[in-house]
Nanobody
């Protein structure tokens, strides 16, 4: 069962930009979506979260470089990533849920997950 499909990953040089997209299966009425990432050999960490009530949340270390939004009609989640660094390299996963969690950056609050899209930043 495919709940979420991520696109937009790729390779970029340090200082460059990428925008990730995540499309959700509309049958599951996800009101909250988020991005998490995992680098090789490291634990998964939160990137940014979004709720249809307008709330957004960003990992402290990424504030100012990442912007998350969701299309009102398309419901596609977008995450614009600027000034990318080699340490931003990893697999980026989209997550979603029907009810917005209190903590948009807590992975346990999300029920549905995508397969991930790779982001590679070279120095």
């Amino acid at each position: 069962q495919v709940y979420l499909v991520e696109t937009g990953g790729g390779s970029v040089q340090a200082g460059g930009s990428l925008t990730l997209y995540c499309a959700a299966d509309s049958r599951y009425n996800m009101t909250s979506m988020a991005w998490f990432r995992q680098a090789p050999g490291k634990q998964r960490e939160a990137v940014a979260g979004y709720c249809d009530d307008g709330r957004t949340a960003y990992a402290e270390a990424l504030k100012g470089r990442f912007t998350i939004s969701r299309g009102q009609r398309s419901k596609i989640l977008s995450s614009e990533m600027k000034f990318l660094k080699p340490e931003d390299t990893g697999m980026y996963y989209c997550a979603g849920t029907r009810i917005c969690p209190l903590d948009l950056l807590d992975s346990t609050g999300y029920s549905y997950w995508g397969q991930g899209t790779q982001v590679t930043v070279s120095s």
